[in-house]
């Protein structure tokens, strides 16, 4: 259950699933999607992509930044994770620091499951509390 304030424009919901329904995930069998909304309006997702070496596997959230980087974009308003999981898929905690580089605070992160349905919503400083961001570095 969702209040008003938590609701996010159903095209990032259903760019989240669709792009799920493409990952490369044969060694977990857990499908992940990511969309994200640019400052500029414009919507990059991206999907985990495994590897038969395990640890070089990239997660859905990394490769939706990616994709926003490679198109000139360096903010992100908000964003959705799609996972299949019994529960939502909360960001791993690499995925929040990379996130953290991109986003405001207050930047919301929206859990789905595959149908479109939210399952939970945080800030991103609720899922990273007292981070190390870039302004750290000054
Ligand atoms: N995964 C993501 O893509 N994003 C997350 O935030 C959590 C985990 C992927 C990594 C791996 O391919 C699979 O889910 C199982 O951990």
Not at 80 to 97: K, L, N
Not at 116 to 121: D, I, S, T
């Amino acid at each position: 259950m969702t209040s008003a304030s938590q609701q996010t424009d159903v095209k990032l919901i259903e760019a989240a699933s669709a792009v799920r329904e493409r990952a490369y995930a044969p060694y977990s069998g857990f499908k992940v999607g990511a969309a994200l909304r640019c400052d500029d309006g414009q919507v990059h997702v991206g999907c985990n992509v495994e590897n038969a070496a395990y640890p070089e596997g990239i997660c859905a959230e990394g490769g939706a930044i990616a994709a926003m980087v490679a198109a000139g974009g360096r903010k992100i308003v908000e964003i959705v994770v799609c996972g299949g999981g019994s529960g939502p898929c909360t960001p791993c905690g690499g995925c929040r620091q990379k996130l953290r580089e991109f986003g405001a605070p207050g930047m919301r992160v929206y859990m789905t499951d595959p149908a479109g349905q939210v399952l939970l919503v945080k800030t991103l400083s609720e899922l990273l509390p007292d981070s190390f961001g870039p302004e750290s570095l000054d």
